[in-house]
């Protein structure tokens, strides 16, 4: 197994660079991991191919304003900040740009907000030292970051949320949900689809490349996420029941499985470094919801554990033919 097992050519126009509209008109593809064979439908319409009982897991996390602005204290060169993870109420994990933020050069922000470089940690990624908590006041000074491969603004940055999402903490939103409204929802809820809710924030690895030509050398970056006692409770009764389990995006795959036992689903509140490449024995899993992913990224990898390497690249060139729009603000697929 390479990593270029998992490349393939994508012509920068078919990147979708803003969301469609109603959420739910998207274009969904569905596959037969089983036999390949491959269906052409409207997301609204995911109904046809779920069934009673089914439990859709979907990850409530909310992307954060992270990117922020600011100022080199005193010179007052410009300075871009891209928060990636709280460490502690004052010390942030940040990609930063601008020139010479080296241990100890200082910045300044909006709210008068001082800031001081920690600890370098590569090209661009910083350890950072505010001078007060950043929580209450990002809302006011912070922006919601688009992917670096959407370069259209975004007028209405609730857009790049789920409509389910609550909790604060991710640099990325958890794209798969994008496509539900709460039309859709009451929709399913009437066929007897169930619904709950888990937690992964994810960080910016989301986008990363694999840049080692053997994909198990790469490390992939933790992310925090949580699966509490009444959601295991359940997951295990669907189970019982002969249920399906139906991960709504690969953020949804990764919590459930870093949950995952020999003995069944066990609640996991903390930092999962799973690494899921083809090989991977899925335990809980039974279905996924997901889009059409970067080339040789840690996600395509996933997807192709999931389903087989070759019934995604071939679903990726009848996309690709088909004038789907792939990425975040892209069309979906359903694996079953």
């Known amino acids: 197994m390479e990593t270029s097992d998992f490349d393939y050519y994508l012509p920068p126009g078919r990147i979708a660079q803003t969301p469609i509209e109603p959420r739910d008109s998207s274009r969904l593809m569905v596959i037969d991991k089983t036999t390949g064979k491959i269906q052409h439908t409207i997301f609204r319409d995911i109904g046809d191919y779920l069934l009673p009982g089914d439990l859709l897991v979907l990850n409530e996390t909310r992307v954060i304003p992270a990117r922020l602005y600011g100022k080199k204290y005193p010179t007052g060169g410009k300075v871009e900040l891209l928060l990636l993870k709280r460490q502690t109420e004052l010390i942030w994990e940040a990609l930063v740009r601008g020139k010479g933020m080296v241990v100890g050069k200082k910045f300044i922000l909006e709210e008068g907000i001082m800031g001081e470089v920690v600890e370098c940690r590569g090209s661009s990624d910083r350890l950072l030292r505010f001078s007060q908590p950043l929580d209450l006041l990002l809302d006011k000074i912070g922006h919601v970051p688009l992917p670096p491969y959407i370069h259209t603004h975004l007028a209405n940055p609730e857009r790049y949320q789920t409509i389910y999402a609550q909790i604060p903490g991710s640099s990325a939103a958890p794209t798969a949900g994008l496509h539900f409204t709460q039309g859709l929802f009451q929709s399913l ?22 840049l080692e030509d053997d994909p198990t050398q790469h490390t992939i970056h933790s992310e925090w996420c949580r699966l509490n006692e009444e959601d295991v409770q359940r997951i295990n009764e669907a189970k019982a029941k002969g249920h399906r389990l139906v991960a709504v995006g690969t953020t949804s795959v990764r919590t459930l499985e870093s949950a995952a036992t020999e003995n069944g689903v066990q609640p996991f509140t903390g930092l999962t470094n799973l690494f899921i490449l083809p090989g991977y024995q899925f335990k809980v899993v039974d279905a996924m919801i997901t889009n059409f992913h970067l080339p040789r990224s840690t996600l395509i990898m996933l997807v192709s554990a999931f389903a087989g390497r070759e019934t995604i690249l071939n679903a990726y060139q009848v996309a690709l033919n088909n004038n789907y729009r792939f990425y975040s603000f892209g069309d979906a697929m359903l694996l079953l």
Do not use: S, Y
């Open 189 to 210: 809820e009437g066929m007897g689809i169930q619904f709950m809710r888990i937690v992964l924030h994810i960080g910016l690895d989301t986008f990363a490349p694999v």
